[in-house]
């Protein structure tokens, strides 16, 4: 039972960039179409995922037993940078046109607080590893559930006519804010 609340919560309740405000450059900056957002959507599932299952690993495994505890962040941006490198590898040679469409907003995922808070705070809440891989798959899911409904939004918002002062970045705020109020009802959930 405490496996589902954590991953509700992780998805939902607590979502990395409506709740937390974690990763909020490539939310914003990828979520102009649908079919950008979900790639940037599964890259970040797929990175976090493994950072998680990673990071807690080395904590520990290595980190804990050698007293090196105070390396975690240094340790945890390497993991990363490593996985992103990976990842957009991969994506290069196996899907060209994700790659292109998401351009520099792949190798920012480096720098995407969101996949290192998860893997701090999984260390700061003392979670089993496997606690950290469903709480780094979940978090990652709640972003892509969150950067695909903002650019479900915005496409739609450019066939509409609005105002000349809401157009680009002041609706695509007020989208974002909306749904962050709208993602406060899932906390009577748990």
């Known amino acids: 039972m405490n496996i589902i609340l954590l991953a509700i919560s992780a998805a939902f309740v607590n979502n990395v960039v409506l709740s937390q405000f974690m990763g909020i450059c490539p939310f914003l900056g990828v979520s102009k179409k649908i079919s950008t957002a979900a790639g940037m959507g599964g890259a970040v599932i797929f990175v976090m ?87 780094g798959f979940f978090s990652a899911v709640g972003f892509a559930v969150a950067i695909i409904i903002l650019a479900g939004i915005r496409e739609r918002l450019e066939h509409n006519d609005i105002p000349e002062s809401f157009k680009g970045a002041p609706s695509v705020l007020i989208a974002a804010g909306l749904m962050a109020i709208a993602f406060m009802g899932f906390s009577g959930l748990i």
């Open 49 to 135: 995922t493994i950072a998680s299952t990673v990071t807690s690993l080395i904590y520990k495994f290595v980190l804990v037993p050698f007293e090196l505890e105070y390396l975690n962040t240094i340790v945890f941006i390497l993991v990363i940078a490593a996985l992103v490198q990976f990842v957009e590898m991969f994506l290069k040679k196996a899907v060209p046109a994700l790659y292109q469409a998401l351009g520099v907003y792949l190798p920012l995922i480096t720098t995407n607080c969101a996949v290192l808070g998860i893997a701090l705070s999984n260390v700061q809440n003392g979670y089993s590893i496997l606690e950290s891989i469903i709480c």
